[in-house]
């Protein structure tokens, strides 16, 4: 059975970085597209980056393109967001998910097609 666990997060300055990582154990995560979903306090669940299986494609929200990339290595059953130049309205709580299927970039970062979420990890970034 497939589990995700996330780590990386941490507080962080205006302007700094970080990088998550989505640990996948169970099953290879070779034939999964996986995305990065972020939900701050009081607000809905918002889908962030997607990454097809192969790591041929990649789609980010407007909000993060330029600051944020998804990428991933099947060898290590890993899926990397790093980030970058980070703001406040970063802030939040950072899930992972994987869906079995093609990849269609707007239905994964819409994410109700996800088979497994992680936990998630803290992202707060404030000075």
């Known amino acids: 059975q497939l589990q995700l666990v996330e780590s990386g997060g941490g507080l962080v300055q205006p302007g700094g970085s970080l990088r998550l990582s989505c640990a996948a154990s169970?099953?290879?995560?070779?034939?999964?597209?996986v995305g990065w979903f972020r939900q701050a306090p009081g607000k809905e669940r918002e889908g962030v980056s997607c990454i097809s299986s192969a790591g041929d494609f990649m789609d980010h929200i407007e909000s993060v393109k330029g600051r944020f990339t998804i990428s991933r290595d099947n060898a290590k059953n890993t899926v990397y967001l790093e980030m970058n130049s980070l703001k406040p309205e970063d802030t939040a709580v950072y899930y992972c998910?994987?869906?079995?299927?093609?990849?269609?970039?707007?239905?994964?970062?819409?994410?109700?097609?996800?088979?497994?979420w992680g936990k998630g990890t803290h992202v707060t970034v404030s000075s």
């Open positions: 998910a994987a869906e079995w299927g093609p990849y269609v970039p707007t239905i994964c970062l819409a994410g109700n097609s996800m088979n497994v």
């Open positions: 169970g099953v290879a995560l070779d034939y999964y597209a």
